[in-house]
């Protein structure tokens, strides 16, 4: 996570219309599953494609945020945007540090969505956050966290991409999931972590799976729809 600063100064993302027809699938899940009566908090809230509807619907999210450009966009936008603080609603951090930023048992709902969880690859941190998460929780709260099939055409399409431009970079690629791995730690490493990786860890930190859902977002030009997988977990009374 620390280390994603580099990665998007070499690498530039735009929106796209798959990444549209998905924000608002998760938007929709979210508002079914996600309640009002407490502050919500999305953890990697990038440019807030997810965070600035659900404000719209009344909803009190805050966005956690390390990458400074996206920061300086979600600030942007949400100063456009009457129902939300960006001075508490914005928090430009790593979720590293979760367990300093925000109170405990505070909140009503965490989540993680569009593919975030991939960018926290180290199994360590992984179980940190998790902890972090169910500590912020109020009882009953929720964790909402999705990942991609990865048996997908286009997500191992994402794999191959990245290995080749760390190939052509002469750094070492990891086999299976991960994006790159570069020995000098200057490029980001991403990890797919699987449903059993996810439940394991939400389990220990004191979190139950509570509803499994299946998003099949449309790629077009004749693709099979692109499988996303959400899991909602909720802290344990």
């Not at 600063?5 to 608002?24: L, P």
């Not at 996206?70 to 600030?75: S, Y």
């Not at 945007?81 to 928090?91: F, L, S, T």
């Amino acid at each position: 996570v620390d280390k994603a600063e580099d990665f998007y100064k070499r690498y530039e993302f735009k929106e796209n219309k798959i990444n549209e027809v998905y924000n608002a699938a998760c938007v929709a899940f979210l508002k079914q599953q996600v309640g009002r009566e407490a502050p919500v908090l999305e953890l990697g809230a990038g440019q807030g494609a997810i965070m600035l509807p659900l404000a719209r619907e009344g909803f009190d999210v805050r966005g956690m945020e390390v990458v400074q450009k996206h920061v300086e966009a979600l600030r942007e936008a949400a100063q456009k945007e009457p129902a939300v603080d960006v001075e508490e609603g914005v928090i430009e951090d790593s979720w590293h540090h979760l367990d300093t930023r925000v109170e405990d048992k505070t909140l009503g709902a965490v989540y993680m969505v569009g593919g975030t969880m991939m960018f926290e690859n180290h199994g360590f941190f992984r179980a940190k956050l998790l902890r972090d998460v169910a500590a912020k929780l109020q009882e009953g709260g929720k964790f909402i966290v999705d990942f991609q099939d990865p048996s997908h055409a286009v997500t191992k399409t994402k794999i191959d991409y990245y290995n080749r431009e760390m190939k052509a970079l002469g750094h070492t690629v990891t086999p299976g999931d991960a994006f790159h791995k570069s020995p000098d730690g200057k490029y980001l490493i991403a990890h797919y972590p699987t449903k059993e990786e996810l439940v394991e860890l939400a389990t220990r930190a004191g979190l139950v799976l509570e509803t499994e859902n299946r998003v099949d977002v449309p790629l077009g030009g004749g693709q099979e729809p692109l499988g996303v997988f959400q899991l909602v977990f909720v802290k344990e009374v």
